[in-house]
C-alpha cells in the first residue's frame, strides 16, 4: 500500500468521525481530540540477521484514546506499513471496541518487514526487539497487542515471554493471540470469521434471503477469510469465488473448500495451483448474494462500485470500501455492513482472553462463541437502529454507535 493510500485511509476516517461526532451534538474540540491518536511511537529496532549483519527496522504503536481504559489492537509484521496506516488502525480500534461495548481505546501498532523472507529466528528477534523498543507505553493495563497481518500466535508468544523478563514476573494479560497452553483463550483463532458469519447470518436475515444456497463470494484467503469459506460451506452456502494475491477462482455451483483449504500455503495463497482464474477485479464484481472483501484497503472504489452485483457486502478487511463507493453502494439498495461493526470478532475475543488472563479462570468453546454471538448481534442491532432512524448510512452508523461511548468518557474526565 503506497504512501498516498494510506493518507487516504486516514483522511477518510477522519471525515467520518467528524460527521459522527456533529450528528451526536460534539463540539469541534472532541472533533479535534478524536481525530488523531493521543500518542504515536515510532521506534527502531536493531536485529542480528542470520548471516552475522544487522538490520535496522522501523516499528510503530498508535494508541488512539485511553479515555474509557486501555488501548487494545493488533501488531502487523508487513513491508507495506506507514504511520497514518497504524494511526487509521487505532482509530478504526476504537470504534470496534465501542460498538461491542469493551472497557478500551483502540490502538494498532506494526512494523516495516517482509516475515516471507525471514528465518524463524529473525522473527524471533525481531518479534522481541519491538517489544523492548514499546515495552514503556504498554501492559495490561496500559496497551493490550495481538495478532493482525502476518504475525501469529507464536510472535505473541515471544513478544509475552519478552515483557515478561523485562517486568520480571509473568504476564498473560499484557498481550492476547497467545497459544492456549500460555493463557490464550479458546475461539481466538476463527473469532473474525465467526463475526463476519454473524452478521451475513443478520444481513440474510434482514434481505429475506436464505442460507441455504446463498452465493457468497470472498476476497482474500489469509486467516479470516479461509475460516469463512470453510464455516460457510459447512452451513450450506455455495461459496463461489475465492482470491489470494495471486488471483481468484470461481465456479457458479460452488468450490471445493475442504480441497483448497488442504492445499493452501501458510499465507493463503493457492490459486497458482490452478490454471483457469480470474482477477480480483472480475470476482468483486461477480453476481453474487454476499460479497465478503477480506483482504486489504480500498478495493471496491467509485469506479467499480457501479458494477458491484451483491445484494449484501460485509466488510471483513479493514477499509476496503472507499467512502464515494459506500454512498454509490447505498443509493444502489446494497446492503453495506462496514470493517468496524463485521471484523469486531476478534477484538471481542481477544478482551474475553484478557479477562480470562486476570481472574485466572478459563472458558470453554461453547460459552466464548455464546459470548460472542450475543455481543456481534447486539452490535448490529444497535447500528442498524441508528442507519434506520437517523437514516445515515451503515458506516456512519457504525462510527457513531462506535465513538460516543469513548467522547462520553473524554467529556466525563474533563478532558473536553
Known amino acids: 500500500m503506497s504512501i498516498k493510500e494510506t493518507d487516504d485511509v486516514l483522511h477518510s476516517t477522519q471525515i467520518v468521525i467528524e460527521q459522527a461526532l456533529q450528528r451526536l451534538g460534539y463540539n469541534q474540540d472532541m472533533i479535534d481530540l478524536l481525530k488523531e491518536p493521543i500518542r504515536l511511537l515510532t521506534v527502531r529496532i536493531p536485529v542480528r540477521m542470520d548471516d552475522g549483519t544487522t538490520k535496522v527496522f522501523t516499528g510503530y504503536r498508535s494508541q488512539h484514546n485511553d479515555a474509557v481504559g486501555p488501548t487494545k489492537g493488533g501488531v502487523r509484521f508487513h ?20 460498538i461491542a461495548d ?30 523492548r523498543a514499546v515495552s514503556q507505553i504498554v501492559g495490561p493495563t ?43 483463550s479458546k475461539g481466538r483463532e476463527t473469532a473474525t470469521a465467526r463475526g ?87 470476482l468483486l464484481e461477480l453476481d ?23 445484494a449484501i457486502v460485509v466488510e471483513a478487511a479493514n477499509g476496503p470500501t472507499t467512502l464515494e463507493a459506500t454512498k454509490l453502494l447505498t443509493d444502489r439498495g446494497i446492503l453495506l455492513i462496514p470493517d468496524v ?12 482472553e484478557w479477562v480470562q488472563n486476570n481472574q485466572g479462570y478459563y472458558w470453554d468453546e461453547q460459552e466464548i462463541d455464546d459470548k460472542l454471538k450475543n455481543m456481534m448481534i447486539r452490535g448490529f442491532e444497535h447500528v442498524y437502529e441508528i442507519h434506520r432512524t437517523r437514516k445515515v448510512d451503515m458506516r456512519l452508523a457504525a462510527y457513531m454507535a462506535g465513538v460516543r461511548k469513548m467522547a462520553e468518557a473524554v467529556r466525563f474526565r474533563g478532558w473536553v
Not at 83 to 92: H, P, T
Not at 109 to 128: H, I
Not at 160 to 177: A, C, K, L, Q, V
Not at 255 to 262: C, E, G, R, S
Request: aromatic share 8%; with cysteine.
Open 79 to 98: 513491508p507495506g506499513v506507514s504511520e497514518n496506516e497504524v494511526k487509521a488502525l487505532s482509530i478504526w480500534m476504537s470504534l470496534k471496541c465501542g
Open 142 to 184: 496500559k496497551d493490550i497487542p495481538a495478532p493482525d497481518v502476518m504475525t501469529n500466535s507464536q510472535i505473541m508468544a515471544w513478544m509475552m515471554d519478552e515483557y515478561s523478563r523485562i517486568r520480571e514476573f509473568d504476564s498473560p494479560g499484557f498481550i492476547t493471540g497467545k497459544p492456549l497452553v500460555l493463557g490464550g
Open 102 to 131: 469493551l472497557p478500551y481505546g483502540g490502538g494498532k501498532g506494526g512494523v516495516v518487514c517482509d516475515p516471507r523472507t525471514m528465518s524463524f529466528r529473525e522473527l524471533e528477534r525481531l518479534s522481541r526487539g519491538y517489544v
Open 341 to 352: 461493526l463485521a471484523s469486531a470478532g476478534g477484538v471481542i475475543v481477544s478482551y474475553f
Open 196 to 282: 463476519v458469519v454473524i452478521m451475513i447470518y443478520e444481513a440474510l436475515r434482514l434481505r429475506g434471503i436464505e442460507l441455504k444456497n446463498a452465493r457468497i463470494v470472498i476476497q482474500g484467503f489469509g486467516n479470516a477469510g479461509s475460516y469463512l469459506a470453510k464455516f460457510m460451506h459447512e452451513a450450506g452456502a455455495r461459496v463461489i469465488g475465492i482470491s489470494d494475491v495471486n488471483g481468484a477462482l470461481y465456479n457458479e455451483e460452488g468450490l471445493d473448500i475442504d480441497y483448497l483449504l488442504d492445499r493452501r500455503d501458510s499465507f493463503g495463497n493457492v490459486t497458482n495451483l490452478f490454471s483457469q482464474t480470474i482477477t480480483n477485479a472480475q
Open 288 to 310: 453474487c448474494d454476499v460479497l465478503v472483501p477480506a483482504a486489504i484497503e480500498n478495493q471496491i472504489t467509485e469506479e467499480n462500485a457501479p458494477r458491484i452485483r451483491a
